[in-house]
């Protein structure tokens, strides 16, 4: 697998583990908004794909949204290239998943390995 698709599964991997939270924590959903406003407020405005999810989060349902996080379509893949969800997981939960990935890569590579 190269590294483009497995970074990108494994962004899909953790942004679905944060629809999950999202729907079983609820209070929650604050985060992404903060964590815009904080990053207009240190920049001065935001970066476009940031001002996107700004419109989204303000004008979308949150299933919609969920969708999104969840989803395999490019535009799903564009989007989560610059998710404003940092902070929904702690580090326990990004480092199972991180880890998971560095074990496929391991796993993959010693597959592989001429003997």
Do not use: C
């Not at 494994?10 to 959903?29: C, F, G, M, T, V």
């Not at 949204?65 to 940092?86: N, Y």
Request: net charge positive; charged share 35%; proline share 3%.
């Amino acid at each position: 697998m190269n590294l483009q698709r497995r970074a990108d599964e494994r962004s899909r991997a953790l942004h679905k583990e944060i629809a999950k939270k999202l729907r079983n924590q609820p209070d929650l959903w604050h985060i992404p908004k903060n964590n815009l406003m904080r990053w207009e407020k240190m920049r001065g405005r935001l970066v476009p794909a940031l001002s996107e999810w700004e419109q989204i989060l303000n004008t979308k349902t949150r299933e919609h949204i969920l969708s999104i996080l969840e989803g395999d379509s490019e535009e799903s893949h564009r989007l989560r290239s610059s998710s404003p969800f940092a902070g929904i997981l702690n580090q326990n939960e990004r480092r199972k998943i991180f880890e998971s990935y560095r074990i496929r890569n391991d796993d993959h590579h010693s597959s592989g390995a001429i003997k």
